[in-house]
């Protein structure tokens, strides 16, 4: 078992590599044999909702389906924690919603420890637990704020809304410190 495994921005797959054999890969490099392996995959990509795309490249896929290949990588190596750098950023706000949905079930079957990098406060919102607001550079933490609405939660919620707008004034504050001090 892995400590962390890290899901990027950008998908980072191997374009000449199957969906399969990008999934398997990190299990490859740790030496466990092939048809082991394969299991793994074949369960994370069962998770993820990606049977029968196993032989599909990244070029066949949506941006939806690549980000969950990436995720179903890392998670076949078995990491006690998850580490998401905006990796849904690229994504249209359906496909969003989608992995946003995706996570959240994620977390509930597996309660793995995800930290997630975002710029989006109603995402912050829908998946946080604890959102913590950083300074600009050099980044320190400036704001934290717990979040105990329930799961699953619902973006029309005026406690959502009241939440995202705690937020937004951090924001405000932050912004207007930046321009004060010039950076």
């Known amino acids: ?35 082991e392996a394969n299991e793994r995959a074949e369960t994370f990509l069962r998770m993820v ?29 078995n990491p006690k924690i998850l580490l998401m750098d905006e990796p849904f950023a690229s994504l249209d706000a359906q496909a969003r919603n989608g992995m946003q949905e995706f996570l959240v079930g994620l977390w509930s079957e597996t309660g793995m420890t995800i930290v997630f990098v975002t710029h989006s406060v109603d995402e912050a919102v829908y998946l946080g637990q604890v959102i913590v607001g950083l300074s600009a550079r050099p980044a320190r933490k400036v704001e934290e704020l717990s979040n105990g609405l329930p799961y699953v939660r619902d973006r029309t919620d005026a406690r959502f809304t009241d939440l995202s707008r705690r937020i937004l004034d951090y924001l405000v504050r932050e912004q207007h410190d930046v321009q004060e001090a010039g950076i």
Do not use: C
């Not at 998908?11 to 990008?22: D, E, G, I, Q």
């Open 49 to 77: 909702g990606l049977v029968g795309h196993e032989d599909l490249y990244p070029r066949e896929l949506s941006g939806g389906m690549k980000q969950r290949v990436a995720i179903a990588r890392t998670l076949a190596v």
């Open 1 to 35: 078992m892995r400590k962390w495994g890290l899901v990027f921005q950008e998908y980072a797959l191997f374009p000449w590599r199957t969906v399969l054999k990008n999934v398997t890969f990190g299990l490859t490099l740790a030496g466990v044999p092939s048809g």
